[in-house]
């Protein structure tokens, strides 16, 4: 274990020579962690570095195989999350934890295990215990009218309210626009001004080089360097936790003069199964080598209007037009008849896009055999593309015929990702394909993305970092409660306007008058 010249008491917590194993697997070894008071310090890592592992541990959720955790220089065991919450330590997660159909206060308060007796006077608590890390919150407004910065802003309160002075943070910008997630940095700032201590998880380098004091690095269960961020730079970082040189640049490849169109969305409108509208009178139109990309808060649309062009979804009105045929209301086995060459790739991958009981190589045959001709399936070319998958993503596999279930998420993206693009299809559809990746999985992404691109496919690219939909794509469509509210040119437009246009202003309202881009 390395050794420190900082007295224990000026840490507000430290894990010291940390170790976990599940089965053969061994998520952490011998991990040193240090927090200091009042700092925001990053925790980096790859997938399966074992980030998730360690704060786990310091959240009471896994007890360590060997190794001490101290919170405030006193040795702590943790047998449950209560005993971590009441040493002051708040795990804010990715994916909302809150009651719908109760306040903001109700959930804020329920978490603390007390009870209603003065519902308003709780509420008038509440409200000032906010404005005192300068969050804006109405405590007495339901949940599921909330939107997505403020259900965070409840999440974070609830730890705080109930005593926390440690945050773990994981992922916390990833639904934000860039005008929420600079209100988010000014809220945690204050935090760390006012003594609270944050652990910031995050894949977004741009946003731990501005944000984080700090900057502790694991790669395969292991602790490689902690130092201060003023000394190191983003690529450096990578480096570290990749062992190796990897290059962050997208190298957006200009999109022929001469392209044809591949896909025209007209007015398509569609509801959920509740009779809620999801997509309302949307139209833009897609090119062959071209990536259009798709900005927009979580649930305004994304999802169902890739379902709907995919034939997944029931279609209410419109037209889709795919090289000339309207596809609009058609199931997906009718398109696939029709010769419609096309690639979804879904948000959900193992409840839609994989079966998890399957191996990789059933999980691909499963789609080839709609293009195989005759009726006796051809194995061998499967497992052979499935090895070729393997090897080009650097999926990590014991083999094609290990079952997709027991794969970490990443791995499972790389695997449906990698059946879409080698059934060569015209038309790519892809939610979220970089969700859970590391950084150097998401940059192998981009380039294969790319690769499609040259060979004139049309890619819609769902995506949720705004940097990478500003080098990656070339026009970005945004959409706000099932409304397109702008398409523009992804190379003189910037996220302070997109994100403008994510909130519901629309692309002419900031122009003054001008339409936005409908092509080229």
Do not use: W
């Not at 000026?10 to 240090?34: C, L, P, R, W, Y």
């Not at 209100?183 to 944050?198: E, Q, W």
């Not at 897609?286 to 994304?302: F, K, P, T």
């Amino acid at each position: 274990m390395s050794e420190t010249t900082t007295p224990v008491s000026e840490f507000a917590f430290s894990m010291k020579g940390i170790s976990k194993t599940f089965g053969s697997v061994a998520a952490n070894e011998e991990i040193d962690f240090e927090v200091r008071k009042g700092e925001i310090h990053a925790l980096l890592g790859e997938n399966g570095s074992g980030k998730s592992t360690l704060m786990n541990i310091l959240s009471g959720i896994y007890q360590p195989d060997s190794g001490t955790v101290f919170v405030g220089g006193e040795r702590k065991v943790f047998h449950s999350p209560k005993d971590s919450i009441q040493c002051g330590i708040g795990m804010v997660y990715q994916h909302f934890m809150l009651a719908e159909p109760l306040t903001a206060a109700e959930n804020i308060s329920v978490s603390t295990g007390g009870f209603f007796v003065h519902h308003k006077k709780e509420s008038a608590a509440i409200r000032a215990f906010s404005e005192k890390y300068g969050m804006e919150i109405d405590p007495d407004k339901l949940t599921n009218q909330l939107s997505v910065s403020e259900k965070q802003t409840v999440e974070i309160l609830k730890v705080l309210y109930r005593g926390a002075r440690i945050l773990v943070l994981d992922e916390p910008t990833a639904v934000l626009t860039p005008q929420e997630i600079r209100a988010l940095f000014r809220v945690l700032r204050k935090m760390r001004d006012g003594g609270c201590s944050i652990v910031f998880i995050s894949h977004k380098l741009n946003e731990v080089m501005e944000l984080c004091d700090r900057v502790t690095v694991l790669r395969k269960g292991r602790s490689i360097e902690t130092c201060d961020i003023k000394d190191i730079d983003a690529y450096e970082l990578v480096e570290k936790m990749v062992g190796r040189k990897v290059d962050l640049s997208i190298n957006r490849p200009i999109p022929k003069e001469d392209c044809k169109e591949c896909l025209r969305i007209e007015s398509l409108s569609l509801r959920d199964p509740d009779g809620y509208v999801k997509v309302n009178a949307a139209s833009f139109t897609l090119n062959h080598g071209e990536i259009l990309g798709v900005a927009g808060l979580a649930g305004s649309g994304q999802k169902e209007l890739c379902e709907a062009i995919a034939g997944i979804a029931p279609v209410e009105s419109g037209r889709i037009i795919f090289e000339g045929n309207d596809i609009a209301g058609k199931s997906p086995r009718e398109i696939i008849r029709m010769g419609v060459s096309m690639s979804f790739i879904p948000e959900d991958r193992l409840g839609m896009g994989l079966v998890a009981s399957m191996d990789i190589t059933e999980n691909i045959l499963l789609k080839d055999y709609s293009f195989q001709p005759g009726v006796f399936l051809k194995t061998a070319p499967v497992r052979e593309k499935a090895e070729r998958i393997v090897k080009e993503l650097e999926i990590s596999t014991p083999g094609v015929h290990h079952p997709v279930r027991k794969l970490s998420g990443g791995n499972i993206q790389k695997v449906i990702l990698g059946r879409e693009i080698h059934l060569s299809p015209k038309l790519l559809i892809t939610a979220y394909a970089v969700r859970g990746l590391d950084i150097n999985s998401s940059y192998t992404i981009y380039n294969l993305l790319n690769e499609q691109k040259m060979k004139d496919v049309a890619i819609l690219y769902i995506g949720e970092d705004l940097d990478v939909l500003l080098e990656l794509c070339d026009r970005i469509m945004v959409l706000c409660a099932g409304e397109v509210t702008g398409i523009v040119d992804a190379r003189s437009t910037t996220k302070e306007e997109i994100g403008q246009m994510m909130s519901g202003t629309r692309y002419e309202e900031l122009k003054g008058g001008v339409d936005y881009v409908s092509n080229h």
